[in-house]
């Protein structure tokens, strides 16, 4: 009996090992990049509640920003959009981990595998202003004010008119 | 059977229809049961997501505790509040134990709650009181309240590199903003549709500080180094702001009846400028000081203060006036021509502190910016 509860323990260690990351959980990391940190700050740890999301400006859409070598993390309720996560690291089903970039209506859409842009971020906003959540609707040519902003403009106009 | 079938049924209808405003807890990981009826059982961001979607009503408050909170999706509800019960989130300081927090609770600086949003929104419908809130990301309206919203001691910053997006959006009218900071490095620090009231505030390194609607008081605002301080397109007040380092401090654009009382106009390329030049748009005692140039389409207007006068260390964020400065004492205020008896006394700008010795000015008052 006794050597079945230290063969149990045995197995439980790595288990109880990794533990809550107090670095890097609960932070605003927007646009930042840890490729000049250590590994092994983040490896075999969770993360909890973190955001890490790059904004599109330019280039590939998923952003490198983990430093090499980084694995066995654990990520929960954490915003991973346009963030590259490395093999051997988990995202949990509670974080997000999409592809997200602004279009020539200048509002922010949803894209799928190929980059292509699937819905926009602000969908309840488009049903409200009635405006087509279809990216076939996209405009060809950028506009210079967000389609949601110059609807809001015409609104308000109208109200102090 | 029946009549236990309707008693339910009866029983199931009063609780929706008369259950009473509730205070909850939120904390960034949560406690106990996650109710939220107190910090043992606080609500954890994805509980207050739910019960703000689904259950929130007028006066509801929501205590936050200071800490980071990551957004993966919306915040938001289409539920409301009323113009005399509004729904409020009010951010204390960590391990307020007080049920409900105190005014000392309450949080400042750094000790605020963050909402860290990135591409998604805090974004609720009509009346809603935010009040000790941070808010970081690039969503176009990041902190967004329509009719009837209030932001007492916020923060919000979008730093988005696409143009024109909001740090704090006020979509309908009668808005509040009282003693916060915005900043949106390639938009507006606030975008604000209807008529409302922002003072007090300190609007930075954005496009466009503040771009107000109709029928807006602007009061004891700093705008600094914004492309446009401040961009206003009806008839407002705007007494007692300063403007420095802008592009253009003040563009009254179409406006048509503009007061433009005690404001500080320094080192700005365009000091404060209208389209078309009206009588009916009015300055007085205001300061314009080391600007390229003052006006356009405006006259520097009655008790005009045309030295230039150099504010403590602005590139710090210290606007305050100098010692001995001519804006002291120098604003519009109630006088013996007014018919009042007594001395009062009023700076032009934003700091009230009377510095000049033996002067006797309206002194240092509430609301100063020494807590952001």
Known sequence: MKYLLILFLLFSLPLQAQEVNEKYSYKDFLNQSFKKEKAEDFNNSIIIGSTFYQEWVEGDIKKDIFPEGMTGVIFKKCNLDNVEVPVGNTVDKSSVNKKIKVQNDLEDWILDKDDNPVEPIRKEKFVEYNLSIDPADIPL????????????????????? | MRLLISTIISLFICLNVYSAAETMYVTVSGAGDNSGDSWANAMALSDFDTDLTTNSEAGDIYYIEEGTYTLTEDLSTGNDGTTTNLISFIGVKSGTSNQPPVASDWAYGDNRPLFACSSYAFSVDNYFLFRNIRSTGVDPSLLAIDIGGIFINCKAHNSSETADRDAFSLDGTDYIMLYCEGISNNGYAIGAAGDGKVASSYFHDSKVGADVSVEVAVIGNIFDTCTTGLEVSGDNLIMNNTFYNNTTGLDGGTSEALAIVNNFFDNNATGATVDTALDSNILENNVWSNNTTDV???????????????????????FTLPDSSNAEDAGMCVGVNTGATGSYTWNIGADQTDTQSGGAGGGTYGGSFTNF
């Open chain 2, 296 to 318: 356009t389409n405006l006259t520097k207007g009655g008790n005009a203060v045309t030295s230039d006068i150099s504010l403590t260390d602005p590139a710090n964020g210290d």
């Open chain 1, 141 to 161: 040519t950028k506009k210079e004010i967000s389609i949601i902003k110059e609807k809001k403009n015409e609104i308000a106009n109208i109200n102090n008119n």
